[in-house]
């Protein structure tokens, strides 16, 4: 690579050709403001239309100013960024933006988090001269995950990029012409009657409050107010390593005892541990797997757990139904247990049962709604907060979550092991799998039990895992973009793999659309990554087989693992569905 | 025969050299006279079909076998469509503009069989080329 | 006319009319009388050089005699028809090397247009590939293929200074190196017939009338820059052109002109059509190359340039249809005979399809260099109704407006940029005192806000905001703060929008606002107003503006100067035009 001299607000800079002057400025400590730009780095996800205009800078020799975010540099190139021609370009594009743009900001999802608003105090805009006709579109509240607004589009395309390029689902585009351009499906359709999986990396993304995920805090906070009802509550395994973000707490920050805390003090009548029913699914997942194997049954098999992954095979793949396990998801699997087990146990009327899931994820909102996952007329799992909406729920209700002793979760069906926690990063229901098929088909005792050719951040990884004399072979693929590479493969009767893990969005559950926004830091993400490892180090058991409490549950309940009683209880079927 | 070479081009050209003279200068070896109708789009906007088939009729009606009527391309007089040129061996060449079908019969018959332009409708010819 | 030996054609226009054109014609009638019909005398239209009037043409001979007065008429027929000696004196005389003329096409007057682009529209029947290849078609691919390397072709193009007639203005010959320099498996060279500006339709004209030069051109662009495939993107609102492309595709495909071992030279070149839907944008050549690839039809920044990375990311040379239609003639007839045609930096003609309120609305073809002036007074014919002209558009909605003061401007690329307008691709529309320039520069506006792809900020929204403040204006509830919000936006969205649409879409609102800031003033100042008044000291009270007024707005007795209720007056017109006395003032 070739070095390229250039000058930056008359600072000589040394930078590798091919280097944005975004990127150049960076370097001599020049801020350039950014809006539709998006950099996930070590994630190959680039978002650079160079659009909103909002950091165009003046190049010396060139009739216009120019897109920092993506004009590359090159030799002897003279950059101004402060001159008062850059400042009033840039001021400009964000004055328009302003202007089409409801100022409804105190109200807003995205009030403070929301990257116009910081721009526009970061330029001193206190006055918008522009002022005309704004965009009037209604709200799309047509799903259970997500609310797009178009009025709040700014047209980044972010969510573009993040739907058609990383996931290639292909829902989101740019519609109409002109002023009356924003992001949406096809015809403007409902979303909800699209082929989007509701995996919510467009809300993850998005600088503004277009796109958001539905909220459902106030009906949580009926529940708990009403005294009928036995309010019970699950929390995911990524969680733990993110929900401090909210609170001032550094990325990475393992919380879970003060989660289970501040879920006591919200007054729940039972606090779960989703983990548990992780450990549950990989004891009938496990099972289905050394079936498949032992049965010549079809191969590889998938992992079923995230929502988003099923609803984008069930319309992309509608031949391929056959191939992913029929385990439900941790999630659901919890509610069922609740609504049947713990409901007898506890002696309450499953119907009085109130079960609130918090989750890192929006498709796990739309999935607790899916008819086929009811049981009786009763949902398993009733309401789904996110991350950001449980955060927002303890910061209402006054709870300083940074500064709360810990607390365990409740002792019935409260215990879980590593295993369990790895399913909150990509690779890791995969590796919890391999724990335990391992010692079930070599029937020997697995004595380093990290499998670290199945971790790291790669969109496909692959690796080869001996037990006994076969050679289990793993394939991982996190971003939906990813696992239609995988899905073709094996279409294609290309594909050698045993198991498959394929989580929809980039690192797995920890970049999951519901997490605190990470606004294109990524390190974040490793953060959360290395936080679940660690909390998995810290587990006394990390094998699901060795969870007693789920051992406890087959002997007084379910019988055997993957037997006639789980079938009923913790199985499902896929549903084809079409692909717009 | 697909056309392989330079040669073959040249026969082509050759054996259609009586147009170009024709069109150009209103020189012809034989006595075939020529009616040119633009139909591009303006022209047929402006009524070039009715021209044509006009042409065609009154071509018909007198039993004239040594005309031919054909469609050309936009000649760029958009105030006067649709035009048609008259090409007749030995003059030169006579563009009329406005021509619907009443005129279209009268360049039949006046100046085709009478030898007589219709003055009011005619245009010059204001462009040389290349 | 074999029957007759000439015709004597006779000026009737109104100034030769003026100067005894009649007594001429009653000379001739009698001087030829006695000659068997041999001659006939006619009167014809005006033949446009008035000056020199009365003047007659002899038919076929071409030849004009100007000046020509009752007594000369014995000696045109005894020395002209009879024994066939032209009467020298009275001659046309080319003013400058004072050469006397006889043949009317080299005449200085009708030198203004020069036909390469438009050579064979309108002589050669566009169905019939025989009769292209009898206008000498085919024969510079034929030279270009046996005797020429690529970049042999690169050289005469460059060297000819052919530049893009699609309103940029880049030079072909660069464009096809670069193209030819760059790497890649596959190489693209596509046609961009996406005419979008309003009121023009050059290069529809020429896909209509002479298909095959486009096909040729294409074919000898893609063995220039290695590409074995040729792609033309047409707007499917032209289903006679694409028609026509498609019998002319069929016919070289059938003659081996196209397809595999062209010439037996072992170049393969085949051509197919994309349909756009008609967007604007999509003229812009990042946008096209989206377009074709089934994506939205949004322009990409540039660099990269398509030469580098175009369709389908290899390297792709994009052209515009009368580009091409200049291309065989460069071939045969070398880069000198091109680059000796036109102005400095700007060679060869222009096709413009001139339009507004001008006599001779059509398609001409002139010189780089020729003045507006004479495009407008000498080709076009002047302005309609004897009208004053006001100003002349150029380059579409993203070109801007010209002035009486610059339309001795000669046209060129550079010179058109400096007075604020540009080339385009070739509309031109005249405009008259009558024509309100703050509507014009509205109407302008309108298209492009409406045809903005909507993706950058400046476009999407600037655009919207200045039209919005144009409607304030005419709608007379703006004020002078909205002159200076145009300008600043105006100014902000040239500098800042993505692509060229965006970055010109100001100018007929800056242009407009530099050479008429009056009239827009008159808008923010509320001068204006929107009704039509009436003048009392003219008004007779004859009660006929009160009869034909749409909203009976109009009250006054018989005899007694009329009122227009300004409240309620629709602005119409049509009290103007029922008034015989002149009393109607417009608003």
Redesign the interface.
Known sequence: MSIIKLSINGMEVEVQKGTTILEAAKKVGVHIPTLCHLNLEGFGIVNQVASCRACVVEVEGRNTLVPSCSEKVTEGMVVKTDSARSITGRRMAVELLLSNHPKECLTCAKNLECELQALSQDLGIREIKWEGEKMDYPLDKSSFSLVKDPNKCIMCRRCETMCNDVQTVGVLSAINRGFDTFVGPAFNLDMDNTACTFCGQCVAVCPTGALTETNDVGRVWRALHSSEKHVIVQVAPAIRVAIGEMFGMEAGSVTTGQLAASLRRLGFDGIFDTDFAADLTIMEEASELVHRIKHGGRLPMLTSCCPAWVKFFEHQFPDMLDIPSSCKSPQIMMGTVMKTYYAEKKGIDPRDIVVVSIMPCLAKKAEAARPELTKDYNNNVDLVLTTREYGAMLKEAGILFNQLPESDFDSLLGESTGAAVIFGTTGGVIEAAVRTAYEWITGEELENVEFHQLRGLEGIREATVNIGDLKLNIGIAHGLGNARKMLEDIRDGKSQYHAIEIMACPGGCIGGGGQPYHHGDMDIIRKRQEAIYKEDRSKVRRKSHENTAVLKLYEDYLGEPYGHKSHELLHTYYIPREKI | MPIKSLDDLKKIREKNSRIVALRERGESSDERIEILVGMATCGIAAGARDTMISLKKAVDDMKLENISVIPVGCIGYCHSEPTVQVNIPGDAPIIYGNVDEIIAEKIIYMHILNKELIDDHLLNKIFTKA | ????KA?I?ICSGTSCKASESENILEAFREEIEGHDGKF?V????C??FCAQGPIVKI??D?VYYVKVKPEDVKEIVEKHLIKGEKVERLLYEDPKDRVKLVV???ME????????A??????????NI??Y????G??AL??VL?EMTPQDVVKIVKDSGLRGRGGGGFLTGLKWELAMKSPGTEKYIICNADEGDPGA?MD???L???PHSVLEAMAIGGYAIGANKGIFYIRAE?P??IERLKIAIRQAE????LGKNI??SGFDFTIEIKLGAG?FVCGEETALIHSMEGL?G?P??K?PFPSESGYKGMPTSVNNVETYANIC?IIL?GSKWFSSIGAENSKGTKVFAL?GKV???????VPMGTTLREIIFE?GGGITDGKKFKAVQTGGPSGGVITEADLDTPIDYESLKAIGSMMGSGGMIVMDEDNDMVEIAKFYLDFT??????????C??????MY?ILERLTNLEGDMDDLQ?LK??GN?I?????CGLG?TAPNPVLSTMRYFPQEYEAYAKREKTKSYRIDAEKCIGCTACIRVCPVNCITGKVKEAHIIDESACIACGACFTACKFGAIIKP
């Open positions: 006319m074999s029957n007759y015709h054609m006939k006619l009167k014809t239209g033949f446009g038919y076929p071409n009317h096409d080299e007057f009708y030198q203004k247009q020069y036909r390469i438009l050579r064979n529209c309108g002589f050669i029947n566009p169905e025989e009769e290849i009898a206008f000498s085919y024969e034929g030279k046996t339709f529809r004209s020429i209509e009338g002479d032209y006679l052109a059938n003659e081996g002109l010439f037996n967007a939205r949004e990409t920044k660099p003639p007839k339009a006599n001779n609305v059509g398609l001409v073809e080709i806000q409406d045809e903005s792809c909507g993706k950058c900020t400046p999407r929204i600037g655009t919207k905001r919005e919000k600043d936006l902000m040239k500098d800042t929008a993505l970055q």
